[in-house]
């Protein structure tokens, strides 16, 4: 018991010293723009030659020029200049990253205004969320549309990349699902459009998978096209089944073309939607037959059991989970 506390109090220790010699070396300025980098190393070694200067008692060492008072007032003069510059510029990178901070924090705030944190009830199904970005704002997206005539739109989508620029196309793609999709009904046409608007007004290197499911909540129906994503998995009575990719990634090619494909959601069963940063969170190879055995398994609550996967030593990514379960029993369905 004694040796175990002792390990544990040298692993501290060791945790410590290293952090010390990693804050000891490591370059604040790397993160400044070039010129405010080079004024202030400028700075920086401005005021180390000032402490060599008094070290050696000389300007121009070996030579002992000047002595006296002269040296003196010149190494004070030395190391204020280098400290001004090195104090502006370090001033000036905080008040920098403070406005970072504070624009991270709203932009934080508008996104989970814009994701929802409880969708509208979709009668006769349970609906169930979970989200968790990697950093303050993600790239993935979910939503649930009312479509009328007793249809709901279920998509999902996962932006390349992390952090704002991911969130924002997020956000982008929020927007068009949303004005679309009241616009027009038809699944083809609302992932038409939105490919070739992600392809005009986004960068080469930015893309989305995406897919997009229309229930008719009173036959169970799903109607559903993936553009690229992860197969949604529909699985109950001890079963588990994929709704496979249909085409290629929105964003990519405008004159890309998608088909749709259809299932149907049993009485009893449920609709899984997820991003791959559950899958990436799991530990161990296969981690999507994992996850399919462990559906077809599962008992009591499966949005439980599914963030329960989830590893925070292999977490490197957004997750998002969408969970749809059809009632067992019938119940009454209005449009």
Same mark, same amino acid.
């Given at each position: 018991?004694?040796?175990?506390?002792?390990?544990?109090?040298?692993?501290?220790?060791?945790?410590?010293?290293?952090?010390?010699?990693?804050?000891?070396?490591?370059?604040?300025?790397?993160?400044?723009?070039?010129?405010?980098?080079?004024?202030?190393?400028?700075?920086?070694?401005?005021?180390?030659?000032?402490?060599?200067?008094?070290?050696?008692?000389?300007?121009?060492?070996?030579?002992?020029?000047?002595?006296?008072?002269?040296?003196?007032?010149?190494?004070?003069?030395?190391?204020?200049?280098?400290?001004?510059?090195?104090?502006?510029?370090?001033?000036?990178?905080?008040?920098?990253?403070?406005?970072?901070?504070?624009?991270?924090?709203?932009?934080?705030?508008?996104?989970?205004?814009?994701?929802?944190?409880?969708?509208?009830?979709?009668?006769?199904?349970?609906?169930?969320?979970?989200?968790?970005?990697?950093?303050?704002?993600?790239?993935?997206?979910?939503?649930?549309?009312?479509?009328?005539?007793?249809?709901?739109?279920?998509?999902?989508?996962?932006?390349?990349?992390?952090?704002?620029?991911?969130?924002?196309?997020?956000?982008?793609?929020?927007?068009?699902?949303?004005?679309?999709?009241?616009?027009?009904?038809?699944?083809?046409?609302?992932?038409?459009?939105?490919?070739?608007?992600?392809?005009?007004?986004?960068?080469?290197?930015?893309?989305?998978?995406?897919?997009?499911?229309? *229930?008719?909540?009173? &036959?169970? @129906? !799903? +109607?559903?096209?993936?553009? %690229?994503? #992860? /197969?949604?998995?529909?699985?109950?009575?001890?079963?588990?089944?994929?709704?496979?990719?249909?085409?290629?990634?929105?964003?990519?090619?405008?004159?890309?073309?998608?088909?749709?494909?259809?299932?149907?959601?049993?009485?009893?069963?449920? *609709?899984?939607?997820? &991003?791959? @940063? !559950? +899958?990436?969170?799991?530990? %161990?190879? #296969? /981690?999507?037959?994992?996850?399919?055995?462990?559906?077809?398994?599962?008992?009591?609550?499966?949005?439980?059991?599914?963030?329960?996967?989830?590893?925070?030593?292999?977490?490197?990514?957004?997750?998002?989970?969408?969970?749809?379960?059809?009632?067992?029993?019938?119940?009454?369905?209005?449009?």
């Amino acid at each position: 018991m004694q040796f175990r506390a002792f390990n544990g109090s040298l692993d501290r220790s060791s945790r410590l010293v290293r952090l010390a010699l990693h804050y000891a070396f490591y370059d604040w300025t790397r993160g400044m723009a070039p010129s405010r980098r080079f004024i202030t190393w400028t700075g920086i070694l401005i005021q180390g030659y000032a402490v060599f200067a008094l070290w050696t008692r000389s300007l121009v060492w070996p030579l002992m020029w000047p002595k006296g008072l002269p040296l003196y007032v010149t190494v004070a003069l030395f190391y204020g200049v280098g400290a001004a510059l090195m104090n502006g510029m370090l001033t000036s990178e905080f008040f920098r990253k403070i406005q970072l901070e504070a624009d991270q924090i709203a932009s934080r705030q508008i996104q989970q205004t814009l994701t929802p944190a409880k969708v509208d009830e979709v009668p006769g199904y349970k609906v169930e969320t979970f989200y968790r970005p990697l950093r303050d704002v993600g790239g993935d997206y979910f939503d649930v549309v009312d479509l009328g005539s007793k249809r709901t739109l279920f998509t999902i989508a996962d932006v390349s990349g992390k952090g704002m620029p991911a969130a924002l196309l997020a956000a982008n793609i929020q927007a068009l699902v949303r004005s679309i999709a009241g616009a027009s009904t038809d699944l083809l046409d609302l992932v038409g459009q939105m490919n070739k608007h992600l392809c005009r007004y986004t960068p080469l290197d930015r893309f989305a998978t995406a897919v997009f499911v229309v *229930l008719n909540r009173e &036959t169970g @129906g !799903l +109607t559903y096209v993936n553009a %690229g994503h #992860n /197969a949604p998995i529909v699985y109950g009575s001890g079963s588990a089944r994929s709704l496979e990719v249909t085409g290629m990634p929105l964003g990519l090619f405008s004159e890309a073309t998608y088909t749709f494909a259809t299932a149907l959601l049993s009485r009893g069963d449920a *609709l899984l939607f997820f &991003t791959d @940063g !559950l +899958t990436d969170s799991i530990s %161990g190879d #296969n /981690a999507e037959d994992r996850l399919r055995h462990a559906l077809a398994d599962a008992s009591g609550s499966s949005m439980q059991m599914l963030t329960s996967l989830v590893d925070p030593q292999f977490n490197e990514d957004d997750v998002t989970i969408l969970l749809v379960k059809r009632d067992a029993e019938d119940s009454m369905v209005s449009g």
